[in-house]
């Protein structure tokens, strides 16, 4: 089983559209979780952090679910803009693992006009 | 701020050659690291630094060596080139406290194709 898995996709939503997104972790002692967004051949760039009580930055809403060892991020109001691969990370908190992170492998998004 | 820079942007080689892609960072963050992103793959961790003359390895550390002499560089060389380590190569920096993580600055990325 991979450390962290996501849907690869691709999502293709109209405009205007709400999206979500989820991710499973295999490591239940990992400590710190975020989403990135990397549009095509470019470097990857934070988007947000995954707060346990959960965050939101404008249209976008992260949520942190330890019980079942996923992370979701959410999408409202689609912009064609937004059109990316979303990467999920975490952060292990384990012996001889703390200082790496691992990345999901990416989930596409298409926002159609 | 220049943030990470990384050159050559662009990269061939032959089978069996050498290189150093370079990295550096002019932001004073205490870890760097390599990665390499291939198709379906995610990003992999090939080594990692939390401080000058500190290397450790990552996930598919083979084929490659670091060096960190300084806080702003973080070059990465390919001993002998092989097809397999045709890949997009992603230099990062951060904060590192307590043993964690904060937020991953890239660089734009190395483009290697090996023949």
């Known amino acids: 089983r991979k450390e962290v898995e996501q849907d690869p996709g691709p999502f293709n939503v109209p405009e205007g559209a709400t999206v979500a997104f989820n991710c499973t972790y295999s490591n239940s002692a990992s400590q710190s979780f975020f989403w990135y967004r990397q549009d095509c051949r470019k470097e990857p760039k934070l988007l947000m952090s995954?707060?346990?009580s959960g965050n939101e930055d404008g249209r976008f809403t992260a949520q942190l679910n330890r019980a079942s060892q996923y992370i979701s991020l959410l999408i409202r109001d689609s912009k064609l803009s937004d059109s990316a691969t979303y990467l999920c990370?975490?952060?292990?908190?384990?012996?001889?693992?703390?200082?790496?992170?691992?990345f999901g492998s990416g989930t596409q998004l298409t926002v159609l006009p | 701020n220049a943030g990470v820079t990384q050159t050559p942007k662009f990269q061939v080689l032959k089978t069996g050659q050498s290189m150093t892609l370079q990295c550096a960072q002019d932001m004073n963050h205490e870890y760097m690291s390599w990665y390499r992103q291939d198709p379906g793959m995610g990003l992999r961790l090939i080594h990692y630094s939390v401080g000058a003359g500190i290397t450790d390895q990552g996930e598919v550390p083979n084929g490659y060596n670091v060096s960190r002499s300084t806080t702003e560089d973080f070059p990465l060389r390919l001993l002998s080139a092989a097809p397999s380590q045709t890949s997009v190569y992603f230099c990062a920096s951060s904060y590192h406290k307590s043993g964690l993580l904060n937020e991953q600055f890239f660089g734009p990325g190395t483009r290697l194709t090996v023949l």
């Open positions: 995954v707060y346990s």
């Open positions: 990370v975490v952060n292990p908190f384990s012996s001889g693992s703390a200082r790496q992170l691992t």
